[in-house]
């Protein structure tokens, strides 16, 4: 049983490293820096997207918008940059802050006045859409002016020095050991169940070490992308939320039981709206950096979106039905979309056989879960 | 000697951590009604949940026999073919569907082409409920009923399926009193109809009643098994908590001080009843003062409470002062920062993040307290956790266990650690014994009582009118959403509560 209990909890890295295995054998040059550089950038636009997602289904809401959100706001901001002129950074704050008021508006609407967050999401899938391509006019509108790079542009062209990765390695390496530190130390003194000193130490080590590979991969080809690094921030900042906060830890209650939570004084409005708002400022990081990987603005740009971050969160664990859910499992989750997407581009599979693949592996992912859960019990 | 229906021997099951069911040997004979008493978290419902398959046979040791057959129940429908059948305290009917519907949920009978044979299900339902003399509807809908017929709709429920041993979990503990009474009664015509029954309850009065053997739980094993004739209340208390208890109501007032609470002339709306719950109540509560809330099922009760706390209805008139404050328009979070909090009576809906560990329920409502630069403090928040989880000994391996696992009165005691976290100055305790063992019951009087001599007062609702009388100071008599009478509780007798319970109405 307890078999069961470890099984299921690193079932989705199982299958990750399945996956990777599958997609190594079967192309030239699926290991290949090149393509794990790329494959990076393309982690970090959804699981960015996928994080903003969390912060909502974890108090039992959902939004079908983002992916037109994602396309809506990625295109105001290169249609203020190449037809308006406008600097990038002012562009995106424009965006932003547009991103911001409609998600605020959306969760208004759906706490204050009782209408249900996938009717109104699904009517923003289609209003956002109609907007975006009437905002870009149909056409394809590059993301910068002119020759050059700008703010918005080099956010997936841009990567880090050889240096600079190591300097950021060192940094973080600091940072988790010594939280590490901490967190046992006061384990121990609440007499807390406590891994052996040695696993501790050996989980950091492997961690690191995946840190470092990753990093001399990277560098290899032309260095750790901005993107992830976006990413990272964006990670390590939902994760503080979610966890260490006071508003995270009404993300879990409400989800986990709404009218319990009211009676205990949790500002469930607030904290609804707080996490729509939330995913709107992440909506419009992801247009950007999605219609930055495009170099333009095109009417595709966004589709679908909405369903792969739902399926990241999905198969990272996170229940719909909201209260359960975590960062780290976001993020495998959305690598394992990722993986797929980009493998089978590498094996120049067809569209209509991709869909089939991602869809068949959303639904045995969530039937493993329910199926090892169920025998763990 | 009598036949023996179902017997278990050296039954042990285990959780991570905790040994739930220690070498448990116990016997059923035919046509008895055998009551299971024990302290919270003794085991008792993990008995049931074995004996009704929810605990598949391989996940605990020992034998069941049923009827000199060995039972190896791998599902619910296992037990069930057996002649198994289980009320849980937890009602699961379907509230839209009517009282056949509930009934034949799952076993529709059907025609050849599938489809269902309605005017079968009612005349079946109806002439199922006239073998048991139940006065019930078969096309009423159980949303409409009370708990008390909610509660019969699930015994029909359990008896239609051929059920010849039926196992009630706490089927009292959301009763009320004259419920209770119609229940015990038609338990005492399915064992007339041959049917054995196990009866789990706290209300050791109702097992007096009703019982013919009676055994012991404690820490897991079965203590002792007794013929209700030879054995007294006060023994049964005593193998169950292994000491003696002298007192059951162990009040000592303290002197009240200044008011903390004034309600003038309120009257308050029901938007989902679209009537007027409540209707003119004044009182005030003082400082160190308890202050009991009796009435009938439907009185108000609850609702008075609730619209206090900021939960419930609309106000149509009246004033609410608290502390000095005027309380209007206010939710929950205003009146938790007024210092009120309030205990539901349905800790499940209203108390717990069952899918969460007990800390995080326990300082749910306390958090601002422990937040810094808006990052929380766990060190704070996991002392204070710890401190409460001990000092109200909740049994439980530590304050990370789920508390969707904990036994019904543990459960209690993590919804009274949440609202003592929050330092409160006025405590709502709607039903706050409800399904908790006698020990635990006394746990919670010591709480009122060092509540009080803290200068801190207490509004207890409750339908067990000892209780009412043994705990408060004054008594309220809620009746139809009225006063129907005031009382202090040292003169006051349960003759006259009822009296006042039943004035309007
Ligand atoms: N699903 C579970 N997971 C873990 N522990 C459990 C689970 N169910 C019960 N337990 C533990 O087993 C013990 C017995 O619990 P049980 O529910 O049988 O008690 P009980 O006698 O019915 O108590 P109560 O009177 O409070 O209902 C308790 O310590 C409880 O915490
Ligand atoms: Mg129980």
Redesign the interface.
Known sequence: MNQTKLLRTYSMGIALVLIWLFFTVATDNFLSARNLSILSIEMAVTATLALGMLLVLLPGQIDLSVGSGVGLIGGIAAVLIFNHHWNAFAAMGAGLAVALVIWGLMGTLIIQYRVPAFIITLGGLLVFKGLFWKVIDSETVPVVAGAGDNALSLLTTHYLTPAQGFLLLAVIAFFVIRASVRQRS?RAK????LESSSTAILKIFVALQALLLIILVMNQFRGIPLSVVVLGIVAFSVY?ITM???FG??L??VG??K?????????VKKVIIGAYVMLGGIVALTGFMQTAYSGASTTTIGNLMELDAIAACVIGGTSLAG??GNVLGVLIGALIMATLLNGMTLMAVAPETKFIARGTVLALAVWLDVYLSQKAD | MKQKVLQVSALTKRFPGVLALDDVSFDLEEGEVHALCGENGAGKSTLIKCLSGVWPVDTYEGDIWVNTRRAQFKHIKDAESAGIGVIYQELALVREMTVAENVYLGNEPTNRLGKIDWPKVYADTQSLLEKYNLDLDPTSLVADLGIGQQQLVEIVKALLKNTSILLLDEPTAALTESEVDILLDIIRDLKNNGVTCVYISHKLDEVMQIADRVTVFRDGASIATSHIGNIAKAEIIRQMVGRNIDELFPRRSSSPAKPLLSVTNLTVFDPLENNNCLEGISFTIKAGEVLGFGGLMGAGRTELVMHL?G?FGNRVSGEVICSGKSMHNS???D???AGMM?V?EDRK????????DIG?NQS??S??R??QH???D??AE??AN?KLFKSLRIKAP?V?SIVGGLSGGNQQKVVLA?ALM?QPSLVFLDEPTRGIDVGAKLEVYELINQLTEQGKAVILVSSEMPELLGMSDRIIVLSDGKIGGEFVSAQATQEQLLQAAMSHG
């Open positions: 006061q609440y007499g807390f169940e503080i260490h906060t006071r830890r009404y879990y209650a986990g039981n009218e319990a939570a009211i009676l205990s004084g949790v500002p209260g359960r | 706390f939960a939710a929950p979070i009146a938790i920062n309030l539901s809906r209203y108390g717990l993040v069952l899918e969460k995080f749910l409502a958090l601002a422990f937040s808006g990052l929380l766990h060190h996991t002392l710890k530590n990370e949440k929050t």
